[in-house]
Structures are given as structure tokens and as C-alpha cells.
């Protein structure tokens, strides 16, 4: 079970940080952000390996910073500089040695003015 948090409204301009966490102990070979906005495809945001590795899309390629955080079986998306667009629902996911996905229940970005 992977629990996402950290979302709600901002203004242009402004940050948020979102966090999942995975309630088992199960290895992750990569962990990631994806998002979907009303009317579109989900989409990758931002991925990260057990290596430390990362992979952005180019829309928020020095905005945003996905990092594994202290806390045990968890790791965080920090956005910054947020627009309009960035408004979607965010979803995390870890990816185990065998190929299985595992999806958190989405938090919502709302980048308004």
C-alpha cells in the first residue's frame, strides 16, 4: 500500500512538497511521480532509482526534485516554481525487482491565482 500526501492549492509561483510512503517493506527498484490532468493521459514526472538515479520530464526539468527521504519507505516530489499546467492529480508508484507496480491514490495539485 503506498500512501501519497502533500497536496492542495497554491499560487503560480509557489511550492509544495508531496511524500508517499509504502506502509510494507517491500524492495523498490524505482520509485516515481506521474500525474493526470482532467481530460488527459497520465504522464511521467519524475523517477528515481534504488541507485539514486533520477529522470524528469522536460516540463519540469529545474522545478521539481524527487528524493528518497530519511523516513523509512518513503520518498518525496518537492516542486517549486509551480504554474498552471503542473495542475493534475499526482499519483506515486514503485516498481519491485519482479516488474509489479504499485500505485498510491493520487493527491491533487491545484496551481491557481
Known amino acids: 500500500q503506498l500512501q501519497a500526501s502533500g497536496g492542495g492549492l497554491v499560487q503560480p509561483g509557489g511550492s509544495l512538497r508531496l511524500s508517499c510512503t509504502a506502509s510494507e517493506g517491500r524492495f523498490s527498484i524505482n520509485m516515481g511521480w506521474y500525474r493526470q490532468a482532467p481530460g488527459k493521459q497520465r504522464e511521467l514526472v519524475a523517477v528515481?532509482?534504488?541507485?539514486?538515479?533520477?529522470n524528469y520530464a522536460d516540463s519540469v526539468k529545474g522545478r521539481f526534485t524527487i528524493s528518497k527521504a530519511n523516513a523509512r519507505n518513503t520518498f518525496e516530489l518537492q516542486m517549486n516554481s509551480l504554474k498552471p499546467e503542473d495542475t493534475a492529480v499526482y499519483y506515486c508508484k514503485t516498481r519491485t525487482i519482479i516488474g509489479d507496480d504499485y500505485w498510491g491514490q493520487g493527491t491533487l495539485v491545484t496551481v491557481s491565482s
Open positions: 528515481i532509482s534504488s541507485g539514486g538515479t533520477t
